[in-house]
């Protein structure tokens, strides 16, 4: 959601009485479990969805049950510094609710060094997966894409993994096998969400992403000002994205050095997207101009994104196999 002061603003105003004293407590974990910002000392803001204005009116009936008063209306900001200050405050109270995820799920990963039980095992799944599900309803509740998502998922899959590896005895190369193996089936399932008007790396990350990572991945295509991540999504090659560009590195690139994508034929590929999408003539392969010509046709082509992966996924699909059959 952007800053734009033209945007729509849900605005909780309430007063809650002295008695009982429960209440106070209670609408405010009720305010903060629907990720609201106080504007000021009873006024508490959301950005206007449906959910959003559901959630209001829920809390307001309980105020009001409560022998208090609510009223929730829609505003807007006149100035666009008002709406970058309320959207600061959003994006702090996320970038807080990632830190203690990652901070406590760093604490669970210290405790779980040296020789340990199958009990203390059993309760360090039940800490990862309670995690987990919160780190979930963080990202639900970020409606700015604060900081801090991308080490606070970084984090819970090493404690992940490391808790996988610690199930049972197994030999160096079946402890290999199952770590490579969790690494990838955390991201499956998942939607992954990028930039609109997909062109070169965000088209080559999806068919990476449906051929060695998820065959089902969904993908969803969002203007980068205006939008809000949900559950179970991962952003890739936009700002602040879980895999994006890194250093001289290309989003395809980093896609495969942190997800472990080794096969035969993929680095002749990932050269190819590389200079395609950097223009810095790294690798400067025979391939490249062709390469790109072909993509810019499917762009020229095709409007809708998902056409365009679908004719790229088929087109890369083809060339990976020249190149892995070269590798052989």
Not at 67 to 91: K, M, N, P, Y
Not at 99 to 109: H, Q, S
Not at 118 to 123: D, F, G, I, K, T
Not at 217 to 227: D, S, Y
Request: negative net charge.
């Amino acid at each position: 959601m952007s800053e734009d002061p033209k945007a729509s603003w849900l605005l909780l105003i309430h007063q809650i009485p002295p008695d009982p004293a429960y209440l106070r407590v209670k609408i405010g974990r009720r305010l903060q479990r629907v990720g609201a910002v106080a504007l000021k000392n009873s006024v508490y803001v959301l950005p206007a969805t449906a959910a959003t204005r559901e959630d209001f009116h829920w809390i307001a009936k309980e105020v009001e049950d409560g022998g208090g008063e609510a009223t929730v209306c829609e505003a807007r900001f006149v100035s666009e510094q008002d709406a970058r200050q309320i959207t600061a405050r959003f994006r702090e109270a996320r970038t807080a609710d990632y830190a203690a995820v990652a901070e406590e799920a760093r604490g669970l990963a210290a405790e779980l060094t040296g020789a340990i039980g199958e009990a203390q095992r059993a309760q360090g799944r039940k800490d990862s997966q309670r995690l987990r599900r919160r780190l979930a309803e963080v990202t639900a509740l970020d409606f700015h894409g604060a900081p801090g998502r991308p080490e606070a998922e970084a984090v819970l899959l090493g404690l992940e993994g490391h808790l996988r590896l610690r199930e049972g005895a197994m030999s160096a190369t079946q402890t290999a096998g199952e770590t490579a193996e969790s690494r990838l089936a955390a991201y499956q399932g998942r939607t992954w969400v990028t930039r609109a008007d997909v062109h070169v790396d965000r088209m080559a990350s999806a068919w990476l992403i449906r051929r060695f990572v998820d065959p089902e991945a969904k993908f969803r295509f969002v203007a980068p000002e205006h939008h809000a991540l949900a559950a179970g999504e991962i952003r890739f090659d936009m700002f602040e994205a879980e895999f994006t560009h890194e250093g001289d590195a290309c989003s395809f690139e980093v896609l495969m050095r942190r997800l472990g994508l080794g096969a035969p034929g993929l680095a002749p590929l990932a050269e190819l997207i590389h200079d395609l999408d950097l223009k810095d003539g790294k690798y400067d392969r025979p391939e490249t101009e062709g390469l790109g010509l072909m993509l810019k046709g499917i762009v020229t082509a095709h409007a809708r994104d998902e056409e365009r992966l679908a004719r790229s996924g088929a087109l890369l699909d083809d060339l990976y196999e020249a190149f892995r059959s070269d590798a052989r």
